[in-house]
């Protein structure tokens, strides 16, 4: 049944109307478990109960009329129970309703399989039998099985068939109703515009539909990429001929090449193009109906067959000009980017566009790509882990960076609303910034320091303008992100000089080199199967001293005269590590003192982003001059949730009670010894959290520049007093919503809800 599983789902996966996907499913599977009766039942939010959406043995006229409530019918029943039933007599069970009109009556057998996604009963796969014996337990194993693959490919083929494709036509006549897509607030703000749909992979599978500008130049674009091919493979071939391979061995470039001749491959795809989709979407189509039909085949050989068509369609793909580039003439301030995920660089050069959102099918609220837009002010909706991205380009989009709602093709009403949301924060950003001049002082005197987290040299200015009292974490990996080599010592130094000179006499924070993990560079990669708990950050550079050595050199030299030089290491999670890292400091002042620069040696601090070192906090905190709490990676390896994973996101909770206990150690354990210590991490972003830092009592936030205003006015409306009376009440509680709706019912009753959802 294993290969009948894989034919089914791959068959599904390219296929992207719902009705051909429920319709392949039944036959499918009536057919591999030979039952007299297969159907799918859909759960319809609109009669609130399940509604019989596809069969292969009862009546098909009644598809789409009949329907069962959770209270009522066997299927009810395996909705309520959320678990399979599998029944004899089906007929003698109490909760047994007869559809005559779907002439069920002969048949007696009968299982039902939720079908579930994210807790979320979607629907329940049914078979049914003549016989009144009960299916197998391999049969409902295979079922089970059948029903857990299949649950996202119905998810994305409810989404897909609700987006028109290069029509205008009113979307009511496609869309039953307006539900928003679910996704994770990635930034704050609310976006309303066009999609435009960006292939942020080099996978052929992730290339958007797009209309075609010009057909003859499309299909232009496509006969040479496969010339290209064509002639690459025929290069190998005869290379490998006469290096003496034997001829049998290299037949399959002889088979290669008959697939690029293939009529049906050449005259689909530009029969596509014809047809109004681009060259690179046609190709996609395409290739995807070549894997369908050889993967349905019975010949294993033949099946084997569908992989070397999917390498082709890549190699012809990577073979067509400009298919992965940013379109930015399409980019405006009524644009939405929609991807699977983009770089740091991309995101730069999105930025300068001045685009309204961002919507992102993978991340998390706490990925580099969310961090850097909301340092950007760009509304941000991730994790939306259903987006049809290739079918979205042109639609019009409503992106929820509060409540990481995003509505696809809405009615007038939802605009309409939204924009008025959107006029209203647009009037409070205005208000804010007569802040900007004012410290964040609490009402009963506590001033809390607010300092900027920045990565670019751009993002300067804005940070300065936010009010920021200083640089609390400069991210200086992005100047290695964006070069195809190491940088060298002199153009480091300009860099960090810059940065300093703009801020001084303000201090600026330096992180050492911080990458691993999701952060990667092109020129030195890191491949591990779990690189998050691998080879990043200080553990790279002090394993590479003669780069470390270069990075700290360059921002000693750039600090001369200056003195607003603060210098952190990252993950750190032994005294050892700090100890090594003091130790290469040292050194590199002393070469240059030898060398005759004037530097001094700088304040050293550590990130606490490891649990090991909630555990040993005063002892490290006794080695250092500051202390700053990473939350984005704390919160990540105390809750052991990959915060890039869409599947566990809803765990990743900074107001989790355990999350809240771990920061009170550090904070303590560390004042203890008389070491300040700062939060610079997204959760000194988020409002709601800030009451509660406030509490503990941090010392300093850090955030970004778009942030910062909101902080402030949060701490300007509070007394320390009350920030610790609701962290003890925190404290006691055991669940992170019960804490969310404390502290939001006391953000609204003293009129700050601006600051947590859209509006003012």
């Not at 039998?129 to 857990?148: E, G, M, P, Y």
């Not at 083929?157 to 029509?167: E, G, L, M």
């Not at 070192?613 to 700053?628: G, K, L, N």
């Amino acid at each position: 049944m294993l290969q009948t599983l894989r034919r089914i789902v791959q068959e599904v996966n390219s296929t992207r109307d719902l009705n051909q996907v429920l319709e392949i499913i039944v036959q499918r599977v009536k057919k591999a478990i030979s039952a007299d009766v297969c159907s799918i039942y859909l759960f319809d939010s609109d009669e609130d109960g399940f509604t019989l959406m596809a069969t292969d043995g009862l009546n098909a006229e009644l598809v789409g009329q009949v329907t069962m409530s959770h209270s009522s019918g066997l299927v009810g029943l395996v909705a309520q129970r959320t678990d399979p039933l599998n029944l004899d007599n089906a007929q003698e069970h109490p909760r047994f309703e007869l559809f005559t009109s779907l002439n069920e009556e002969r048949y007696h057998g009968f299982t039902g399989i939720p079908i579930t996604h994210h807790r979320e009963v979607l629907g329940v796969l049914v078979v049914q039998s003549k016989s009144d014996n009960r299916f197998s337990q391999d049969v409902v194993n295979f079922l089970v099985t059948i029903a857990a693959q299949l649950a996202g490919a119905i998810i994305n083929a409810q989404a897909s068939r609700q987006i028109p494709i290069y029509s205008t036509q009113e979307v009511s006549n496609i869309r039953r109703d307006y539900r928003p897509m679910i996704g994770q607030p990635g930034s704050p703000g609310v976006a309303v515009g066009k999609a435009v749909s960006i292939a942020s992979s080099v996978s052929l599978s992730a290339v958007p539909d797009r209309p075609a500008k010009d057909v003859d130049d499309e299909i232009n674009i496509f006969r040479v990429a496969l010339e290209s091919v064509r002639q690459d493979i025929k290069s190998l071939s005869f290379q490998l001929l006469s290096d003496g391979l034997p001829t049998e061995d290299v037949a399959v470039f002889d088979a290669y090449l008959l697939m690029l001749d293939s009529n049906t491959l050449i005259e689909s795809t530009i029969s596509k193009i014809e047809t109004g989709n681009w060259a690179a979407g046609a190709l996609r189509e395409t290739i995807s109906e070549h894997i369908k039909l050889f993967g349905e085949m019975d010949n294993p050989y033949l099946q084997e067959r569908a992989k070397d068509i999917r390498d082709l369609g890549q190699s012809i793909f990577n073979q067509m000009e400009e298919i992965n580039e940013l379109p930015v003439d399409k980019l405006s301030k009524e644009t939405i980017i929609v991807a699977e995920d983009i770089s740091a660089t991309l995101l730069a050069e999105i930025a300068e566009a001045n685009i309204s959102g961002i919507v992102l099918k993978s991340g998390s609220r706490t990925s580099h790509v969310a961090i850097l837009a909301r340092a950007m002010g760009i509304p941000t909706v991730v994790g939306v882990s259903e987006l049809p991205i290739m079918q979205l380009d042109g639609s019009q989009l409503v992106a929820d960076g509060y409540s990481g709602k995003v509505y696809i093709s809405p009615p007038e009403h939802i605009i309409r609303e939204y924009s008025r949301l959107i006029s209203q924060e647009e009037e409070l950003s205005e208000e804010l910034k007569a802040l900007t001049d004012k410290p964040a002082t609490t009402q009963d005197k506590i001033n809390i320091p607010l300092y900027a987290n920045t990565g670019l040299v751009a993002d300067i200015t804005p940070s300065k303008e936010s009010g920021a009292e200083g640089i609390g974490l400069y991210r200086t990996e992005y100047p290695f992100m964006i070069r195809q080599r190491f940088p060298g010592e002199e153009e480091q130094s300009e860099i960090y000089r810059e940065v300093m000179e703009s801020m001084a006499p303000k201090p600026v924070v330096l992180r050492t080199l911080d990458i691993g993990g999701d952060k990667s560079l092109s020129y030195f990669p890191i491949k591990e199967d779990n690189p998050f708990l691998g080879w990043r950050g200080i553990r790279v550079t002090l394993d590479h001293p003669e780069i470390f050595l270069i990075q700290l050199r360059a921002m000693l030299i750039a600090s001369i005269g200056l003195n607003n030089l603060h210098i952190l290491f990252p993950m750190i999670s032994t005294t050892r590590e700090v100890d090594g890292a003091i130790n290469l400091l040292k050194r590199a002042c002393e070469e240059l003192l030898t060398e005759g620069y004037q530097v001094n040696m700088p304040k050293v601090g550590v990130m606490v982003e490891v649990p090991s070192v909630v555990f040993q906090m005063r002892q490290i905190a006794s080695m250092v001059d500051f202390v700053s709490i990473g939350t984005n990676d704390l919160i990540q390896y105390l809750m052991a949730v990959d915060r890039n994973n869409a599947n566990v996101a809803e765990l990743y909770d900074s107001l989790n009670p355990a999350v809240l206990a771990a920061i009170k150690v550090v904070i303590d354990e560390s004042h203890k010894e008389q070491i300040p210590v700062s939060v610079c991490g997204e959760m000194a972003g988020d409002p709601l959290a800030a009451i509660l830092l406030l509490g503990m009592p941090i010392d300093s936030l850090s955030t970004s520049a778009a942030s910062l205003p909101r902080v402030k006015w949060l701490i300007r409306n509070f007394t320390q007093t009350e920030a610790k009376e609701l962290l003890e009440k925190a404290l006691l509680m055991k669940d992170a919503y019960v804490i969310r709706k404390m502290l939001t019912d006391c953000i609204e009753k003293k009129g700050l809800g601006g600051l947590i959802r859209a509006g003012r």
